[in-house]
């Protein structure tokens, strides 16, 4: 696998990767990653074709997803933590 392409675009890091034929774009935002695969034959068979997909729509949708992820992230480890609280015994 080879990065082909690097952006930025709204804060969203944007790598392009190339392997056997197939693009996959991957986006990182804050310590989270969304990643779409293209197979050969697909409308994305090259680097411009990937960068034709990212445009305005494409990306407000990705910050959305990527405000859902850190969302559920945090919910998850809010219930995480408050579960090993419960583990101890009250002392006082």
């Known amino acids: ?16 990767f ?3 034929g197939k693009i996959s774009v991957k986006l990182e935002k804050n310590l989270l990653e969304q990643t779409y695969k293209f197979r050969d034959g697909s409308s994305i068979n090259n680097p411009d ?7 305005n729509d494409f990306i407000r949708a990705a910050v959305d997803i ?11 480890l809010e219930k995480m933590l408050s579960q090993t609280l419960e583990d101890f015994e009250e002392i006082i």
């Open 18 to 20: 190339q392997m056997n």
């Open 66 to 76: 990527f405000a859902k992820m850190s969302e559920n992230r945090t919910v998850g």
């Open 1 to 16: 696998m080879r990065i082909v392409g690097e952006t930025e675009k709204e804060g969203i890091k944007i790598t392009l």
């Open 49 to 55: 074709d990937a960068y034709k997909l990212l445009d």
